[in-house]
């Protein structure tokens, strides 16, 4: 007997419908909001996640991390409102101070696949390409 046993990265978008509003923007958009995890498969099926991060992204491409306890209120399809105090980056909360582009969140998208990913990697934990 053998046991067949994988880990993988995975990625879920979440239904959200609400607008939120954007203070660097000026107005209220729609945004994406998505999971991102680490799940453990048996016999090819998932049974596990761990390493959960929630992310929104706005129209314009920019990804921001979101307040976990949010996102999993989000991902529970609970009405919550997304505030842009929900929003941080490495543990910081004061988010907007010049937010121009994402190199100032620390997370940023695979210019191969748009996978979300922290700065301090080097290769995609999606598709595997090298970022630098």
């Known amino acids: ?8 990265d995975g990625q879920t978008a979440l239904y959200y419908e609400r607008l939120v509003y954007f ?37 314009n491409g920019e990804v921001f991390e979101l307040d976990p306890e949010v996102g999993r209120q989000v991902e529970r399809g609970r009405d919550v409102e997304i505030k842009e105090s929900d929003l941080y980056s490495n543990g910081h909360t004061d988010y907007y101070s010049d937010k121009s582009s994402n190199s100032n969140t620390g997370v940023y998208q695979c ?11 080097d290769f995609c934990p999606k598709c595997g390409r090298r970022l630098r």
Do not use: E, R
């Open 111 to 121: 210019p191969h696949c748009g996978y979300p990913i922290v700065n301090d990697f």
């Open 1 to 8: 007997m053998f046991l067949m046993i994988g880990v993988n």
């Open 23 to 59: 203070s660097h923007l000026g107005k209220a958009v729609n945004v994406t909001v998505y999971v991102t995890y680490v799940q453990l498969l048996l016999f090819f099926i998932p049974t596990f996640k761990w390493n959960k991060h929630y992310y929104v992204q706005l129209p």
